[in-house]
């Protein structure tokens, strides 16, 4: 007998609207060319919920707050990452916080939270501003520096301290150099629709296999440095290896390699790039320049920046949030369904990979009006309580949002004043710079952003 409630499922699922594509292929070539651009105009063509394909296969895509609420939160554990974010993750990274799922994900999360609160987080603010200060003392007036590769080896020095506690001028140059590599060698993979198969000897399989070697020996070997070490240390690894599960377990070797390389990779990438377009878009904004230079002087008066600072640099937070919006570094992210769900009438089958794109929602023009302007006012703390909750999601939402969010949180907000106090960026003339996700796991420049040192006197 037919329910009901079954009859009125039945009548009220809505088909998920596809937009116009080529035969046999669909999508696959603008995806693989100009996927933001697409990703546009499936929202302009089709509304909040739309949907493309890469050769036979469908991608329905949501770009509602509403949706992100229904399918990262509500139904989190209905949805998993899918096969093709497995396959391409789990031989470089294993099964760290980022690729593990159900319940074994659910312990990594619990055993690794301490760390990341804000109470915690808080005693690494002076290496962020550390680095900051070491690195802007190498660049004399007048310098031209590819900005987006200084970014990187602060943040990369950052990470390499809080994590292995080592300083990344000497002992891990190397590791960088490795994950670099592993970062690429992922970014392609994630690009194609059928990447070459991890054990063909392809030659750029074989530089991920030699780095990925390399990063895991080298993580191993300071496992072993740590656990022969009576010292209690304060970096994320020593408190890795005193963390205990419920059951008291502590995590075995194997996994905390894997959650090494997940941090190392992902607490160094992310904030990178969205400094290196928050320079591009001061450079471009003189008067947001002059605000955010003027809060540091003022705050800081030449010191260098601390944890209680913070609360008196609001505008810097404001620059970085914005930058976040406009330049979000994980612009798409991808579900994939462990069952038949219905989300606001539309049916999602079992196996489908429903796509979420923060690019979208926070290009949104009812939500964010004048989507295309650098407004850092929009996060005033007035107007961003007026923001529906789930419009914004640099971070992701629900019990899988970013463990790290809180740290590259600060750590953007503390950067960014420390350089102000020192140096104006001035972008190098005939640059024309647009994101490139075709090319990394996250949306960098097409190419590196010259930019010319101005010394403060």
């Known amino acids: 007998m037919v329910t009901e409630l079954e009859t009125q499922e039945k009548t009220t699922v809505k088909p998920i609207p596809y937009i116009k594509e080529s035969p046999v292929v669909g999508s696959l070539f603008k995806y693989q060319r100009d996927r933001l651009n697409l990703f546009m105009r499936m929202w302009r063509e089709q509304g909040p919920v739309s949907g493309f394909h890469m050769g036979p296969f469908a991608l329905p895509a949501f770009f509602s707050a509403e949706h992100v609420h229904s399918i990262l939160v509500e139904?989190?554990?209905?949805?998993?990452?899918?096969?093709?974010?497995?396959?391409?993750?789990?031989?470089?990274?294993?099964?760290?916080?980022?690729?593990?799922?159900?319940?074994f994900h659910r312990r990594q999360r619990k055993i690794m939270a301490p760390p990341f609160q804000p109470r915690h987080i808080a005693s690494y603010a002076d290496n962020m501003v550390y680095y900051g200060e070491q690195v802007q003392q190498r660049w004399q007036d007048g310098a031209r520096i590819n900005i987006d590769e200084e970014m990187t080896t602060i943040t990369m020095s950052i990470i390499g301290k809080v994590l292995f506690n080592v300083d990344v001028f000497t002992e891990t140059d190397e590791l960088g150099a490795a994950m670099a590599t592993t970062l690429n060698f992922v970014g392609h993979r994630l690009a194609r629709l059928l990447p070459t198969p991890y054990n063909w000897p392809t030659p750029q399989n074989k530089r991920a296999h030699q780095a990925i070697a390399l990063l895991r020996s080298r993580i191993q070997q300071m496992i072993e440095e740590r656990r022969a070490s009576a010292e209690e240390g304060n970096d994320f690894l020593s408190i890795l290896l005193r963390a205990r599960d419920d059951e008291g377990k502590p995590m075995d070797n194997?996994?905390?390699?894997?959650?090494?390389?997940?941090?190392?990779?992902?607490?160094?990438?992310?904030?990178?790039?969205a400094l290196t377009w928050a320079w591009y878009l001061l450079a471009q904004h003189p008067e947001q320049y002059r605000k955010l230079q003027e809060e540091a002087r003022n705050a800081l008066g030449g010191r260098a920046a601390t944890y209680a600072d913070l609360t008196k640099l609001p505008y810097s937070q404001q620059v970085f949030k914005e930058t976040l919006r406009m330049y979000p570094p994980a612009y798409a992210m991808g579900r994939?369904?462990?069952?038949?769900?219905?989300?606001?009438?539309?049916?999602?089958?079992k196996g489908d990979v429903v796509l979420i794109t923060p690019y979208v929602m926070h290009n949104?023009?009812?939500?964010f009006p004048r989507p295309f302007e650098f407004d850092p006012e929009r996060f005033t703390p007035e107007r961003e309580k007026q923001l529906p909750r789930y419009a914004?999601?640099?971070?992701?939402?629900?019990?899988?949002?970013?463990?790290?969010?809180?740290?590259?949180?600060?750590?953007?907000?503390?950067?960014?004043?420390?350089?102000?106090?020192?140096?104006?960026?001035?972008?190098?003339?005939?640059?024309?710079?647009?994101?490139?996700?075709?090319?990394?796991?996250t949306l960098r420049p097409d190419r590196h952003v010259q930019m010319v040192v101005r010394r403060h006197v």
């Open 75 to 103: 139904h989190a554990y209905d949805f998993d990452k899918g096969e093709s974010i497995h396959n391409v993750f789990r031989p470089v990274i294993g099964n760290g916080i980022f690729t593990s799922e159900g319940d």
């Open 254 to 273: 194997e996994q905390l390699i894997d959650e090494c390389l997940t941090l190392f990779g992902a607490g160094h990438e992310t904030t990178a790039v």
């Open 336 to 349: 994939a369904a462990l069952k038949n769900i219905v989300i606001d009438g539309y049916q999602v089958h």
């Open 364 to 367: 949104r023009p009812d939500y």
């Open 392 to 441: 914004y999601l640099p971070f992701g939402a629900g019990p899988r949002i970013c463990i790290g969010n809180y740290f590259a949180m600060m750590e953007g907000q503390l950067l960014l004043s420390t350089l102000a106090q020192h140096v104006t960026f001035e972008l190098v003339p005939g640059q024309q710079i647009t994101p490139d996700p075709g090319k990394s796991l």
